[in-house]
């Protein structure tokens, strides 16, 4: 019998946790499968995605930079997949590639389940309007906050992304608003970064008097990539949250479009929390 192939894809991906979070999976939910991590040349995507279908891959995760390139790639896609423009998630069945993007859902459990905040009725300011804010903005309207700030260097792209959302704000009651990076008014009760600030070294792209008494500033990296926001966030007296979380619930809602099975996700990260931490 053969094994059941997933693998994640990207460039990098020499460090993704994927493959420890996805055997994890397996191991708890009793399921048989093989996942890898496959570096992917910069120009290679497409003919790699066809090289793993025809070795038997029955699905794949796609990081940085190919979420797009996934997207367009499929021959399905997921209603969020279409509103993120963007896709984590493909899989393969009977000649077809179906494309969605968990991101998103990734991020709303870990606030909502991991962290233990309701978004509903709260004010939340998203920063950066690259891929990584196009693929949570929905889920995040979906969540019933009061209010979300879109906040960006390049406004026309804050703008951009918000009137795609306008319809799905309105239909869960959120007032949506595009701004520069310091052109709100009143603060917020959950400040997400979605910027690749950090990783340059560049300050935090907001000023403090963003944050309310408390807020939970969550950092969609994790490891060193996040620490600078996460410090700036205590010294401020917000809740830093790094991105660990997120990365473990979306795999888990991939794993469930996969397998039909939803995996323990809050023992998982845990676990993994735990072996970061021993340095491993
Ligand atoms: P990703 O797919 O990771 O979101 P991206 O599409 O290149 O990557 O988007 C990067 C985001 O980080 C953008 O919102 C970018 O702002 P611009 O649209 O103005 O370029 C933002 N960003 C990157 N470096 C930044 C910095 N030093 N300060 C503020 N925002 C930054």
């Given at each position: 019998m053969t094994t059941d192939l997933y693998c994640v894809m990207g460039h990098p991906v020499a460090h993704s946790r994927s493959p420890w979070i996805h055997a994890r999976f397996a191991e708890l939910t009793g399921q048989k499968l093989h996942y890898d991590k496959r570096e992917i040349p910069l120009d290679h995507f497409e003919r790699s995605v066809q090289a793993f279908i025809r070795e038997g891959g029955l699905g794949c995760n796609v990081t940085v930079p190919f979420k797009f390139e996934a997207a367009k790639l499929a021959t399905h896609t997921s209603e969020r997949g279409l509103l993120a423009q963007a896709a984590n998630v493909l899989t393969f069945k009977n000649g077809q590639i179906l494309a969605d993007n968990t991101d998103g859902i990734g991020l709303v459990d870990d606030i909502e389940h991991n962290a233990g905040l309701s978004l509903k009725g709260l004010r939340l300011l998203l920063i950066g309007a690259g891929g990584a804010s196009a693929g949570v903005l929905g889920p995040l309207l979906q969540a019933g906050p009061a209010h979300v700030s879109v906040a960006n260097r390049t406004l026309h792209k804050a703008s951009e992304l918000v009137a795609r959302h306008l319809p799905l704000a309105a239909e869960n009651n959120a007032e949506l608003q595009a701004h520069t990076?310091?052109?709100?008014?009143r603060p917020f009760d959950v400040i997400i970064n979605a910027t690749a600030s950090s990783l340059s070294g560049a300050a935090v792209p907001v000023a403090a008097r963003a944050l309310k008494p408390g807020a939970l500033a969550y950092d969609m990296m994790y490891g060193p990539g996040a620490q600078g926001f996460m410090d700036w966030a205590q010294a401020h007296g917000a809740l830093p949250r790094d991105g660990l979380g997120m990365l473990v619930e979306q795999a888990a809602e991939a794993f469930l479009i996969w397998r039909g099975v939803r995996p323990p996700s809050s023992q998982v990260l845990a676990e993994l929390r735990a072996v970061i931490a021993s340095g491993h």
């Open positions: 990076l310091h052109g709100f008014d």
